[in-house]
């Protein structure tokens, strides 16, 4: 996390800086299909950032829901088959409505169960695909090292995995890790936001996910969406590591900085290349 | 939010005091039927009030569970088709034991099963119907202003459906908003009390809608324990905020401030009229 | 929970340092099939103490989880046919792999199905079987004083049905109250540590449920594991109690203590005799 990388490239400063503006004037409506370990914790973050988010997943309304939406978040944290035919159908009615949606594809690779519907949805054409190492090489038919739903491979080692399926799904794919890549199959960003407290915390990985569903609903590049809600999430955790004793008050403090920080500040903090 | 309002008559605060001192003295069980967003924080709250919350939705065991408990809170956040099974037996369960209970129809006017459901359960008849002004006018079968979970209707347009459905379903009808009003029918509160950060964090809607289960399982007059809730709730609120930063500190300063405000504190700073 | 016991014995001090040691050293997977209420504060808990929390509870996937995780922890606190069947399935699996598990019977005794799912999954032979008073009786077949999910019963009361329990099941038992109790039916094991304040925070019962699946990842003694874990989450929560105003700021504080506290420092707070 030390200043080992580039200095922030003014265009991503400005999709930073736009992403934040613009979510805080539209307050966009993000549905999310997630698990139940993060609804509340994912729920206050969109919140606090300024985004709308509504936790729907029957099949009598799915699709409804998603259809007066501006982005759809997918999370199989705590999947079972009714909730994956309600996150079908619901990737599905998005694709149709031309909404853009993110895929997190939690604990791929833990079990056949959990990396066969990861990639069942990957093959609906998610716009943004976020993982850790392990789930993305797991999700591309790769080996990877996913212990529980931790990851316990290497980012580097995942960013060829990325591209190709970047490549064949036409969408965007961002590993997580000490440095987050997030990649469109030509262009490659990094991110150096975060901060080592942050996996102490149950459900980060999935706030960042539905931040970035927050920021695909006012940001067309999805790259740069991508780049935004990284950088976004990271230096809310920076903020909130300064001030935080542990993890229960890095939770909270996450939140008030979500809150708090200003287009601007976001986009100062932002540490993208 | 500024007083512009009469003060709060001596009829009202005298209920928010005996409502306090009785949810302390009989920590009343409040059976809640919530979604999954909301349901540990709805639990602390009611916790740290002076209740005491139970969670239980199977249909093997959702009426015995009814039978045990002092009040009743049916909320249909995150609802699918067994849920609202359970619901519905928990609500007649209520009735035929003269048990309090509320329901808050969570986006109803979003989609169509939402609404449908939400007025499946009005036809039960709970004790307390509190939602936000489109959501009432929703299930009021009136075309409101939903977005998603949040409310763009102004409370004054709700209040002649929340009059009228109080009267077809001799319920009290509570309307939230910048300023609450709460009506059976007859008689009308208004509540004063809040802050605008309030809406920042997820589920406070649901929250009072729980504390107004515990203060119907000791308040029988349903429209003094509707205002005295959205007194309870509402200083709560004020009193976090001074203390907080942003919306993750204001959640937790709320349940402090929930424990530890005396009957005579939450008396004095009710704004009801 | 004034000094009224003896001083912490040697060996008891010895496993607890070893315990906490061992979980930060392992990172032990702990599989939680829990309720809904929680299931964030329990995988926080785990995260902040060290151990790697997964909530699992599909029928496709269970047992494969299972299979690559140290431990187990069951938990009825929400229970519903399917989860009940999956939450058999696990305990199967467990006990073939030898992989220790945890039954905490939330609110058995309150209802029959909840009651009889305790039992039915005692029957399965948990390592350790966790619970309050009113709860342990009512598991063991004996008239207890559930109200709602809270004890009424005295845990002296409930000392010689978890003698019975745990000579009949060969199990552990631990039974939480102002002191809590620990029985493998031969040897007892009491711990003092603790705060009045606990209660006010829904779940803290939950959370050492969880705490005692890592504790048994590591320790094969259960009663070992299990005063462990008592020892360990009642310092934390005394720790916390120091420096939080009401529940809400204690359970974050809580959680801020299991990381920061020294395998030293838990041991030296221990209570145990």
Same sequence: chains 1, 2, 3.
């Avoid at 976020?130 to 038919?141: F, Y």
């Avoid at 970047?166 to 794919?173: D, F, L």
């Avoid at 407290?197 to 999935?206: A, I, K, Q, S």
């Amino acid at each position: 996390m030390a200043d080992v990388h580039p200095s922030t490239a003014p265009h991503l400063a400005a999709a930073v800086h736009g992403v934040v503006t613009r979510i805080r004037a539209a307050a966009p409506l993000v549905h999310s299909i997630t698990n139940y370990v993060v609804m509340n914790t994912t729920a206050n973050a969109l919140l606090a950032l300024g985004a709308s988010p509504a936790m729907v997943h029957a099949l009598e309304e799915v699709e409804d829901f998603t259809s007066i939406s501006s982005a759809l978040v997918v999370n199989i944290g705590t999947l079972s088959p009714l909730w994956v035919t309600a996150m079908q159908r619901a990737a599905v009615r998005a694709n149709e409505r031309g909404i853009p949606w993110v895929l997190d594809p939690v604990g791929a690779g833990a079990t056949a169960y959990r990396t066969d519907t990861a990639r069942a949805l990957l093959a609906l054409r998610p716009t943004i695909l976020r993982g850790n190492a392990s789930e993305i090489l797991a999700v591309a038919g790769e080996a990877g090292g996913t212990k529980g739903v931790d990851s316990t491979a290497g980012s580097d080692a995942a960013l060829d995995a990325a591209t190709r399926v970047a490549q064949q799904h036409q969408c965007t794919v961002v590993i997580t890790g000490a440095v987050d890549i997030a990649t469109d199959g030509a262009r490659v960003v990094h991110c150096g936001n975060g901060h080592p407290l942050m996996p102490r915390v149950t459900g980060l990985g999935c706030s960042l996910s539905a931040l970035t569903g927050a920021c695909l609903a006012v940001e067309t590049d999805a790259l740069h969406a991508a780049a935004a809600a990284l950088a976004i999430a990271g230096t809310a955790g920076e903020v909130a590591a300064e001030r935080a004793k542990g993890p229960g008050t890095l939770q909270l403090e996450m939140l008030d900085a979500l809150y708090q920080l200003t287009p601007a500040e976001f986009a100062a903090k932002a540490r993208l290349w």
